[in-house]
């Protein structure tokens, strides 16, 4: 089982970056798939998350700016991020965890130790 990031770089503030995440699972729908970073100096934090389309779990530092998406025939999740800002500046990765309940995954969205599957990182980089 793979995650492969893609689309970091570097961009001015109020720029915009897509990432994207491929995973080599079966049943790609039945995974919740979350974006978290992590900046030099400090914890992984959540970024966004999915389960089903209508699904989604934001940090509220990104609510209105970064928006996550899956194409379930591509094994893919997106994360459009929007009006970037230089505290935004991390390494981006996705993460993938077998989903069995809507409330499971109410309850773990968020939270990076309940994901098994990781991906390598992307660098996100946003210049004043």
């Known amino acids: 089982v793979q995650l492969q990031a893609s689309g970091g770089g570097l961009v001015q503030a109020g720029g915009s970056l897509r990432l994207s995440c491929a995973a080599s699972?079966?049943?790609?729908?039945?995974?919740?798939m979350g974006w978290f970073r992590q900046a030099p100096g400090k914890e992984r934090e959540s970024v966004a998350a999915?389960?089903?389309?209508?699904?989604?779990y934001y940090a509220d530092s990104v609510k209105g700016r970064f928006t996550i998406s899956r194409d379930n025939t591509k094994n893919t999740i997106y994360l459009q991020m929007n009006s970037l800002k230089p505290e935004d500046t991390a390494v981006y990765y996705c993460?993938?965890?077998?989903?069995?309940?809507?409330?499971?995954?109410?309850?773990?969205?968020?939270?990076?130790?309940?994901?098994?599957?990781w991906g390598q990182g992307t660098q996100v980089t946003v210049s004043s």
């Open positions: 993460a993938a965890e077998f989903v069995g309940s809507t409330s499971r995954w109410s309850r773990i969205a968020p939270i990076p130790t309940e994901y098994h599957l």
């Open positions: 699972v079966r049943t790609f729908s039945a995974y919740g």
């Open positions: 999915i389960w089903s389309g209508s699904t989604t």
